[in-house]
């Protein structure tokens, strides 16, 4: 099992920025994918990016391309999500994930990830 904890949540007005990060521990994939998701009260989780490890490959949701930059520490075993040009919609949960292998067809599923951190609040006021 892998453990995630996630930081830098908060407010932000629309417009702002903000990066949040999650610390990976415990058990280690030779080859992993790391992902943001996100979730709004009362709808599914959503997802938001994701990077293959090994690879340094990124992959986007549409509604948050050319906004959102996923990175990672490969020293620190953290994953980053920063995220400029907030607005509104963007507020939710976001919750960083981790799977042990890749599939370029169920990378965007929640399901695919086997461990989930806690979640950090994002709030965008307009």
């Known amino acids: 099992q892998v453990q995630l904890v996630e930081s830098g949540g908060g407010l932000v007005q629309a417009g702002g920025s903000l990066r949040l990060s999650c610390a990976a521990s415990?058990?280690?994939?030779?080859?992993?994918?790391m992902g943001w998701f996100r979730q709004v009260s009362g709808k599914e989780r959503e997802f938001v990016a994701a990077?293959?490890?090994?690879?340094?490959?990124?992959y986007y949701a549409d509604s948050v391309k050319g906004r959102f930059t996923i990175s990672k520490d490969n020293a620190k075993n953290t994953v980053f999500l920063q995220m400029n040009s907030l607005k509104p919609e963007d507020t939710a949960v976001y919750y960083c994930?981790?799977?042990?292998?890749?599939?370029?067809?169920?990378?965007?599923?929640?399901?695919?990830?086997?461990?989930w951190g806690q979640g950090t609040q994002v709030t965008v006021s307009s």
């Open positions: 994930a981790v799977t042990g292998s890749w599939d370029s067809a169920s990378y965007y599923i929640a399901g695919t990830y086997n461990d």
């Open positions: 415990g058990r280690t994939f030779s080859s992993y994918t």
């Open positions: 990077i293959r490890w090994s690879w340094g490959i990124t």
